[in-house]
């Protein structure tokens, strides 16, 4: 089993600190206007899911805070977390899927543009996921969920014994056993929990896919423009189901499945509905992995052509980031689901400061500039945003001066610090908070608890105006700092 690289002890530095001189020519800070596109800035604050949503999926004072907090340093984007495009409950995870949401979301866009000045674009990431279970107790499953088939009898040599026969037979084996006898399929159910496939098209709704995603999407688009959202910000990355069809893990035989052309077919339609739902000036683009680092998975080579695709379909930016599948997930525990950020690429996703020689910070930025590179010989000006350890003013004008990207994202650094770019404006640059990557925060959002950082949650918590976890243990933002 892989286990995460634990050889250097890497630590964030300040870099090269800029001098007025040099703020006053950076790119970082410098306006971007590429079609649609126009930005104050080069700075991004990615989608991260905080779980400060109700049960319902609704907007909260919580989440109006959290989104109000990093607006107050005026990045020239931020992107609402991932929020779910399905009438379904799913927990305290934003959601777009009716009008009901609506009067929420318009309050989270009245709040960022308040607390930025209105400086601050509102990009709204909508996501589609598929069915994933918690792993179940063995005697559960193989007592209730499994299906005794055929199959079971002839693995056992039982061909005339009854349903519950082959329950007791099978529960009295060992693991090695249990696994000859159970399909592929049933074995991960057990292993790791239930989780549906896009390849699972025996499922009526799974091979409808293709022909309600592209609604369901271009739906959450007309209600985020009506919110008074600038753009939308397509989730086509990590562990989910639009990631899953541009995967070189689809083996759909449905046209969308198998050769890249056929793989990046439902993607494009996603778009194609979603751009002509909108008015001109919304902005659409997507977030797709520049490597799946699986076994089996899509590559750099592959991310090439879909970006090109992307960009010839007219998208008005490209966010790159690089793995997180449920592929290769540690098992957890009894009674929890599978976590897509275990496993090897959950950490090139996300890696630690426990790492190797190449270190967490800019594992992505070699195959960010690569996409880049591919989209512009193809003849295309779209804007490609690069994320993956960015942490202070140096290494994000040099992404910018590279060539490697065209906006910077970062979300730890944006989380351990949310006034990070305004000190660094400020020409006070030593006064940053710099995120450790010890990922605290990526324990907490594995535990589905609200996301918080540990450089600053636990600061002035005497204040009465602080608002807190439900235990009362952490404060929900980060303290005020007062521009000089």
């Known amino acids: ?18 001098d007025n001189q040099e703020l006053a020519r950076s790119k ?95 990009f709204i990431q909508v996501i589609d996921f598929l069915a994933i279970k918690r792993r179940p107790p063995r005697e559960k499953y193989l007592s209730r969920f499994l299906q005794i088939t055929s199959m079971h009898r002839e693995n056992l040599n039982l061909p005339d014994a009854s349903q519950d026969e082959i329950r007791t037979v099978l529960a009295a084996l060992d693991d090695d056993a249990l696994q ?38 271009s739906r959450a688009a007309v209600r985020a423009e009506k919110a008074g959202f600038d753009g939308l910000e397509l989730h086509f990355a ?54 799946e680092t699986i076994e089996g998975g899509s590559t750099l080579a592959d991310t090439c052509y879909f970006a090109r695709q992307f960009a010839a379909a007219g998208m008005d930016f490209l966010s790159l980031s690089r793995g997180g599948k449920f592929d290769d997930a540690k098992q ?60 202070n003013f140096e290494m994000a004008e040099n992404l910018l001066r590279s060539g490697t990207a065209d906006i910077v994202a970062a979300a730890r650094q944006s989380l351990a610090d949310p006034d990070w770019l305004v000190k660094v404006r400020c020409g006070r640059s030593v006064e940053v908070r710099r995120c450790e990557y010890t990922n605290y925060c990526e324990g907490l959002d594995q535990a589905h608890k609200p996301v918080t950082c540990k450089l600053w949650d636990r600061i002035e918590m005497d204040d009465p105006g602080v608002l807190k976890t439900p235990d009362g243990k952490r404060r929900l933002t980060a303290p005020d700092w007062k521009v000089p």
Request: some cysteine; charged content about 20%; proline content about 7%.
């Open 332 to 391: 957890p525990k009894v009674g929890n689901p599978a976590y897509p950020y275990t496993g090897r690429s959950g950490y090139e996703c996300m890696p630690h400061q426990l790492s190797d020689e190449k270190g967490p910070f800019g594992r992505n930025f070699a195959a960010t500039k690569a996409v880049r590179n591919a989209v512009r010989q193809a003849g295309f000006k779209t804007p490609v945003v690069a994320a993956g350890g960015v942490h």
């Open 180 to 217: 000859q006898v159970l399909s592929h399929r049933e074995w991960q159910a057990l292993a790791m929990g239930y989780r549906e496939l896009i390849t699972d098209t025996d499922l009526s709704h799974i091979r409808r896919l293709p022909q309600e995603l592209p609604e369901l999407f």
């Open 1 to 18: 089993m892989w286990k995460p690289p634990q050889k250097i002890s890497w630590k964030p530095g300040p870099g090269v600190l800029p």
């Open 238 to 291: 990590h562990a989910y189901t639009m990631a899953s069809f541009l995967s070189a893990t689809n083996t759909r035989s449905d046209g969308y499945g198998g050769s890249r052309q056929n793989r990046v077919r439902l993607p494009l339609e996603v778009f194609e509905a979603t751009r002509s739902a909108v008015g001109n000036r919304f902005v659409i683009g997507a977030r797709f992995l520049a490597d």
């Open 28 to 122: 970082l800070f410098s306006p971007l206007s590429i079609g649609r596109l126009k930005l104050s800035a080069r700075s991004w604050v990615p989608a991260m899911v905080p779980w400060r949503a109700d049960e319902q999926g609704n907007v909260t004072t919580a989440v109006l805070d959290w989104y109000g907090r990093f607006a107050r340093s005026q990045p020239a984007v931020i992107v609402v977390e991932a929020t779910g495009i399905r009438d379904i409950v799913s927990g305290p995870l934003l959601r777009i899927s009716n009008d009901d949401f609506l009067a929420g979301l318009e309050k989270l866009v009245q709040r960022v543009k308040l607390e930025s000045k209105g400086q601050t674009k509102l």
